[in-house]
C-alpha cells in the first residue's frame, strides 16, 4: 500500500500539478495579462471569461453531438416502447407477463445506460469548465488579491443596504455570466434552428 501511495504522489505532485500550474500560466498569460495592460476592470475580466467558457461548454455540446444521441436514443427508446406495447395481443398471459418482464428490463437497462451517459456528456460539457475555471480565477483574483487592487474582497462593490449584501464575489460575477452566456446560445442556437 505503501508503494501505491508513493506512485500516486509522485503522479500527483510529479505530473498533475506542474500540469495545471503550466495551463494556469498559460492562461494568465492569454486572459489576465493583455486585459490588465488595456486597464480593463476586474469585473470586466470575470464577465469576458465567463462568456468564453459558456461558448466553450456550446462548442464541446456540439462537439460530443449531445442534440443527435439524445434525438436517437428517444427515438429507440420510443420504438422499444410501441413494441412492447404490442405484447398485450398474446393470448397465453404466462408468455406475455415473461416477455413484457423481459423488455421491461432490457428498457430499464437502455434508460439507466442513457442515463449515465447523459450525466458523463453534462459533467464534461458543462460543470469540469466550469469548475476548473473558477478554481483557477479564484486563485488569480483571490479576496487578499482583489484587496489589494481595489479595496474590497468583491469584484462588485454594492452600496450599503439593509440586505446584508456588500457585493459580488468573483464566483457570483462569474456563475451569473456562465449561465447567462448558456441561456443567450441556447436561444440563439433556437432561432437559428427553428
Not at 509522485?10 to 495551463?23: D, E, H, K, Q, S
Not at 436517437?72 to 413494441?83: G, L, P, S, V, Y
Not at 459533467?123 to 469540469?128: A, E, R, S, W
Request: with cysteine.
Amino acid at each position: 500500500m505503501e508503494t501505491l501511495n508513493r506512485f500516486l504522489d509522485g503522479l500527483y505532485y510529479g505530473a498533475i500539478v506542474p500540469f495545471f500550474r503550466a495551463v494556469g500560466w498559460v492562461l494568465h498569460a492569454v486572459f489576465i495579462r493583455p486585459l490588465a495592460w488595456l486597464h480593463t476592470p476586474i469585473w470586466l475580466h470575470v464577465i469576458l471569461l465567463g462568456l468564453l467558457t459558456a461558448s466553450f461548454s456550446l462548442w464541446m455540446r456540439h462537439l460530443l453531438n449531445v442534440d443527435e444521441k439524445v434525438a436517437r436514443f428517444n427515438a429507440m427508446f420510443a420504438e422499444k416502447r410501441r413494441r412492447q406495447q404490442n405484447l398485450q395481443y398474446i393470448p397465453d398471459k404466462y408468455s406475455r407477463e415473461a416477455l413484457y418482464r423481459v423488455t421491461d428490463d432490457e428498457l430499464n437497462h437502455d434508460f439507466n445506460t442513457y442515463l449515465a451517459n447523459h450525466y458523463a456528456r453534462y459533467v464534461t460539457v458543462y460543470l469540469l469548465p466550469v469548475f476548473l475555471t473558477l478554481a483557477w480565477l479564484n486563485s488569480v483574483f483571490s479576496a487578499a488579491f482583489l484587496r489589494n487592487a481595489i479595496g474590497t474582497p468583491y469584484v462588485l462593490p454594492l452600496p450599503a443596504n439593509s440586505f446584508g449584501f456588500h457585493g459580488l464575489t468573483v464566483t457570483a460575477v462569474f456563475l451569473l455570466t456562465y449561465c447567462a452566456g448558456l441561456l443567450i446560445g441556447f436561444w440563439v442556437k433556437g432561432r437559428f434552428r427553428g
